[in-house]
């Protein structure tokens, strides 16, 4: 690394790791916590709701664990526990560095922080008590709406103000995408909320409305702060600039342009007026605008150089698996319109398990890894515990990826050939008992990962600080400066 | 824990380059354009340029083949509603009074009123009228070809210079949806009870009427 030709000068006395990560470390913390053990207990959910899906007499005299309430139970924890809690957590980070803020009084946040992961709770506990509101992804009773709301919005707003009292003058691309997150999820959220619930809109219209919601979550939340990691940590880890990164605003716009149409194509074949079912197939394939110039972006700038970057780091590997899972989303969402593939089938939840898992979650983990030591000022204590995450959940996301893509289009070809209702179930059972397999991949990883970061975390709170290791020198040292593109 | 961290070890993954740098070089990047080739043109931005523009062109065409006609009780983008006249779609009888009550409040109210009296004399009254609510069929024929020289209701004989006109022709050109529906509408409209008009049964009166070319008589319609 010292071999950079432009060396730390006088002019930057101060390490990178310094104060903006300090102001930071205390909400990242408690996100970072509270989001991973809203990872775990959603797991737990999803595990058992995968398994009644072919062993429907698991725990089948539970009321509160029923198939109906343990499956939207587990995709709310996953999704407004775990996915908006480590979203925040790392847009802040991110925010913080980039705009080079220093946050104080971040630890107000902590009160935001705690009525969001109450309203959640009561959201969840109130799904598994049978008030779920039966529409997908938004299952929470609409009684805990508001508080979530201002809850977020209390939490976000520390993101926008890192950006305005920051210092840098320059937006970088991953800047965009954090704000489009940001201010995206609560209109879509609020939107949705008031047009199915509070005023509730009549026939049709509630599925699409329903779908707009669910597309525009995954698109214009999960999506873009797994693509802000991404932008960031490669150039940071590999040392070069993004590849193409002219178009990359071209990118960004065109992106956000179509990505709120996309929610409908999820209709295809439902009873909803046939134009909506178009458009919505229309911005899927637009999205292959943006698809092609962030594919150059990430995961070209990642395989330029070779693949041996990827052998020696395994925190860039969670990167590039996200990089490359982002490209694989879009590119099978317009393939499955061009080729009229069967919606309503496992492919569509499979569809969601990879922006979920494949974008969101692994840029994630790539970006805790990264950022963790860096707030705790310590390095993570098992190596070991990384790898082994690493191995993990990417088996598991293969596995479970393929097992219900598979699964899904035999369900698609039965339906199609008018096979016996009961016929179809019986075919798609392998595939769902593979799933569940790669459910126990994943979880073993998620419970690496929460080991690893219970110890670099919370170890110096438990023990005695006397004994805590000096800081090490990578953490004090200035990064190099980047060279110009060639 | 003090053994020093090489570049890549997952327990301290060490940063490449600084964030001022990153953030300056690309800022750079995107104010510098690719440079042509020499004597050529920058490849890369064509090539996306074109890409875009076919894509647009077949997001058009697929839009248009799939569009339904961008009628809200379209749900099939294969079949576009206007072009297929053999597809009608299903109203309820409620929607059926509604879009007969627009018809008669457009055109039928001019000769027949507001409240469905006609003028003695001269146009013949639909409440109460036993032309409105007996036979179905015989009422469709109305409709569809008209009435002229004289016509007797509720025992008053009515001769106007002015015939009832033939809805399914010219000027008026009705469609047998639309000729349902004003039925549907006049028979539970101004105190009348009769049940709706189908629009199957008006298309099955047309079919069988089809060769009709001017106005009927009250002979040629006996109440069946």
Redesign the interface.
């Known amino acids: 690394?010292s071999a950079h030709p432009?060396q730390s000068s006088a002019a930057?006395p101060a390490a990178?790791s310094g104060p903006a990560d300090a102001s930071v470390r205390v909400p990242v913390l408690f996100l970072l916590t509270s989001g991973i053990l809203w990872l775990l207990a959603g797991s737990a959910l999803a595990f058992i709701a995968a398994i009644k899906l072919h062993t429907p007499g698991f725990l089948a005299d539970c009321e509160f664990l029923t198939y109906g309430r343990v499956y939207p139970a587990a995709l709310n924890a996953l999704a407004y526990g775990w996915g908006v809690n480590a979203g925040l957590a790392v847009a802040l980070w991110l925010m913080v560095?980039?705009a080079?803020a220093n946050l104080p009084g971040g630890s107000l946040l902590l009160v935001a922080g705690s009525f969001w992961n109450l309203g959640v709770m009561l959201g969840v506990l109130g799904i598994l008590a049978g008030w779920s509101t039966s529409v997908p992804w938004l299952e929470m009773p609409r009684q805990v709406v508001p508080l979530l709301l201002v809850a977020y919005v209390l939490c976000a707003a520390w993101v926008i103000g890192a950006l305005r009292h920051g210092s840098?003058p320059?937006l970088?691309?991953s800047q965009w995408w954090l704000l489009a997150a940001v201010f995206s999820f609560p209109w879509l959220w609020a939107a949705a909320e008031a047009m199915l619930f509070f005023a509730p809109v009549r026939g049709t219209v509630q599925s699409v409305v329903g779908a707009w919601f669910t597309g525009g979550f995954l698109l214009l939340w999960f999506m873009p702060i797994g693509l802000a990691v991404i932008y960031?940590l490669l150039?940071?880890?590999?040392?070069k600039?993004?590849r193409?990164?002219?178009?990359?605003?071209f990118g960004f716009w065109s992106y956000i342009v179509c990505a709120g149409w996309v929610g409908a194509s999820r209709l295809t074949g439902a009873?909803?007026?046939?134009?909506t079912?178009?458009?919505g197939?229309?911005a899927s394939?637009?999205m292959?605008?943006p698809l092609?110039?962030l594919t150059v972006n990430l995961l070209y700038s990642v395989l330029a150089d070779g693949l041996s970057v990827l052998g020696?780091?395994?925190?860039?590997r969670f990167t590039a698996v996200a990089a490359a899972a982002f490209t694989f989303c879009l590119g099978r969402a317009s393939l499955m319109i061009l080729l009229g593939s069967p919606r309503l089938t496992w492919l569509a939840v499979s569809s969601d398990y990879l922006i979920l898992y494949g974008v969101f979650s692994m840029a994630v983990f790539s970006a805790v890894?990264?950022l963790t030591?860096r707030i705790v000022r310590?390095?993570?204590?098992?190596?070991g515990l990384?790898?082994a995450h690493f191995t993990l959940s990417f088996i598991g996301l293969l596995v479970g990826g393929v097992a219900l893509e598979l699964g899904g289009q035999q369900q698609g070809r039965d339906l199609a050939n008018g096979v016996a209702f009961t016929e179809v179930t019986a075919h798609s059972l392998p595939y769902l008992q593979t799933a569940t397999i790669a459910g126990v991949l994943l979880i073993l990883g998620h419970l690496a990962f929460a080991l690893n970061f219970v110890k670099i975390a919370f170890c110096p709170f438990v023990r005695a600080r006397a004994n805590a290791?000096?800081v090490?020198?990578?953490?004090t040292r200035?990064?190099?400066?980047?060279?110009?593109?060639p | 824990?003090?053994a020093?961290?090489s570049?890549?070890?997952?327990?301290?993954?060490?940063?490449?380059?600084?964030?001022?740098?990153?953030?300056?070089?690309?800022?750079?990047?995107?104010q510098?354009?690719?440079q042509p080739e020499p004597g050529g043109y920058a490849f890369?931005?064509l090539m996306?340029l074109g890409?875009?523009s076919g894509?647009?062109l077949?997001?058009c065409i697929?839009?248009v083949h799939?569009?339904?006609g961008?009628?809200?009780?379209?749900?099939?983008?294969q079949?576009d509603p206007k072009a297929s006249s053999n597809v009608s779609v299903e109203l309820t009888v409620p929607e059926m009074i509604a879009k007969g009550q627009s018809a008669y409040a457009q055109t039928c109210i001019q000769c027949h009123g507001p409240a469905g009296l006609g003028q003695p004399g001269a146009f013949p009254p639909l409440a109460g009228s036993e032309w409105v609510n007996g036979s179905e069929e015989r009422l469709i024929r109305v409709l569809l070809h008209g009435l002229k020289d004289q016509i007797a209701v509720k025992g008053e004989a009515f001769t106007s210079s002015n015939k009832m006109p033939a809805f399914s022709a010219a000027p008026y050109l009705w469609k047998d949806d639309k000729i349902a529906y004003a039925l549907t509408y006049v028979r539970q409209a101004f105190g009348n009870t009769s049940g709706p008009v189908s629009v199957d049964k008006v298309k099955e009166i047309h079919a069988a009427t089809a060769d009709r070319k001017s106005e009927w008589t009250q002979a040629e319609l006996p109440a069946q």
């Open positions: 690394m432009h930057t990178e560095r980039l080079r840098s320059r970088y691309a960031y150039p940071k880890l590999i040392g600039p993004i193409g990164y002219y178009v990359a605003p009873p909803v007026p046939a134009w079912q178009a458009a197939a229309v394939l637009l292959l605008v092609a110039i020696r780091s395994v925190v860039l890894y990264y030591p310590r390095a993570w204590p098992y190596a990384i790898n290791a000096p090490p020198v990578e953490l200035t990064a190099p400066e980047m060279e110009v593109a | 824990m003090s020093p961290f570049g890549h070890d997952p327990r301290l993954e060490s940063a490449a380059v600084s964030d001022d740098s990153v953030q300056r070089v690309h800022a750079r990047l995107l510098e354009k690719p890369a931005p996306l890409f875009m894509l647009i077949f997001c697929f839009l799939n569009r339904g961008f009628d809200p009780l379209v749900y099939n983008g079949i």
